[in-house]
Each structure stands twice: as C-alpha cells, then as structure tokens.
C-alpha cells in the first residue's frame, strides 16, 4: 500500500485512477482478463478492501465509458508524490505489455500522460523497459 490513508477513503480518487488503468486497458479495443487481473491487483496494493475491489472496478468502468477525456482520471494522480505516480505508470505499463506488445494507441497515451502526469521522458522509458523486460 503507497497511498496515504485520505486517499484511500477518497473513493472518488480510487475510482478515477481505476478509470485510467481501464482505459489503457480498453484503447486497443481488447479488455482482457489478464488486464483486469493486473487492475485488481494494483487497486489492491492501493488499499482497496478486498470486497470492494469489484464494485470500484464497476463504478470506473461507467466513468471511463461516460468521460471523453484522460484529463477527469489524472488531475488528481498529477499532484501525488513521484514515487506513487510511478507505481501507477508501472501498472499501466504493465495492462499495455500484458499481451506482449504496444500498439501505436497505446504508445500515444502514454506520451500524453508523460506530459499531464509531469513526467520526464526518461523516467518514462526507464519505466517502460523495466516493465517490458519483466513481461517478456
């Protein structure tokens, strides 16, 4: 658990990052079980109480389907410590090498969310190699 125990009680803000990694996991238009797999994972290593995991997976698939921007699921995760925006690059880094390949929307959303979430191009692809290397 890397989330201070506000944020976890700020269902909203859990939601929203649960809305994110869906929406990484939905832009090729292949949801996986392993993708979802990886997205209960880290919503449990957020804290997410075991029996709530499936109902915030629930709402953040209604918000991602209804929002037709990644700006509603970042604006909170921008102003996280470093080292948290990291685990959550990671993880989506993970949902996109989940079938072993990026697409070219994949690659895109990820530059954009580089920029919004305030990460250096370096620590990007440092991110990204570490969890491509892993899922090989």
């Not at 658990?1 to 939905?26: G, Q």
């Not at 979802?36 to 029996?51: C, F, P, R, W």
């Not at 090498?97 to 954009?112: F, G, P, Q, T, V």
Request: charge should be negative.
């Amino acid at each position: 658990m890397f989330f201070k125990k506000e944020d976890i009680e700020n269902n909203n803000f859990l939601t929203k990052v649960c809305a994110l990694l869906i929406h990484a996991a939905k832009i090729d238009e292949n949801y996986t079980d392993k993708e979802e797999e990886i997205i209960k994972k880290t919503l449990d290593e957020l804290g997410v109480k075991n029996e709530n995991i499936s109902k915030t997976i629930e709402k953040a698939k209604i918000i991602e389907e209804s929002s037709n921007q990644i700006l509603d699921f970042t604006r909170e995760v921008k102003s996280l410590p470093e080292q948290d925006k990291i685990k959550i690059v990671e993880a989506l880094w993970s949902i996109i090498y989940s079938n072993k390949d990026a697409d070219i929307y994949e690659s895109n959303l990820m530059r954009r969310l580089a920029g919004l979430l305030y990460i250096d191009n370096k620590t990007m692809g440092d991110i990204k190699e570490r969890v491509k290397k892993y899922s090989e």
